[in-house]
């Protein structure tokens, strides 16, 4: 199951994906090439209403092969795994291979200030002196480091309101022990007793405002 903005979704074996590449000329830059991954997701509660989602991030100097190749990536995580080992094989259980990778990509904006910080102690230890750029990026952490622990601040916040927002039968699946029955199974029962709620809410409002 593929997840969007708020709570749109794709079941994987029904899900609709395009790849495509193009090129945009300017006067300044000449000719960029351009790529795109985009898959079509549904609104839960609402399946005529459909958007398409970006999954290849910033298209400008990506080629085809490239976004092929994130999509078979995503396939293979889909279909065979969600683990995988060093050698790329399918494993039941998360290693100390998968947990270092997990813990790689888990980086965020402060991670790379503070980082950049390092750099220069870094190059002082081997002994070949500093260079510019490691001078400048520590000069710059400096500037950064606030707006760094902000922003980090405000994606929490934001990311806990965004859930709150999400249907229950949403909310539930996210759990590990949580249902294992499809959206898309359950869907149809979920719009009958939302239309039945609202039905009752409009036969309140008619019985309590005056005529």
Known sequence: KIWGPLHYYSEWNDIEAVAYEYTIVNQYS???????????????????????????????????????????????????????????????????FIEKSLKSGDISFVDLVLDSRRTLGREYREGEGVSGAAFLSWVTSYMLVLPAFGMEFVQKIDRKKARKHWPEVVQERLKPDGPTTRLIDIEEDYIVRKQQQLNDLHDRMRKTLPR
């Open 30 to 96: 000449g000719a960029i090439i351009h790529g795109n991954l985009e898959i079509v997701l549904r609104k839960f509660g609402d399946p005529d209403d459909r958007i398409v989602l970006n999954l290849s991030g910033v298209p400008a100097g990506k080629r085809l092969p490239t976004v092929l190749g994130f999509w078979e990536y995503l396939r293979s995580y889909m279909t065979v795994g969600p683990w995988f080992d060093e050698t790329g094989n399918k494993t039941e259980f998360k290693n100390s």
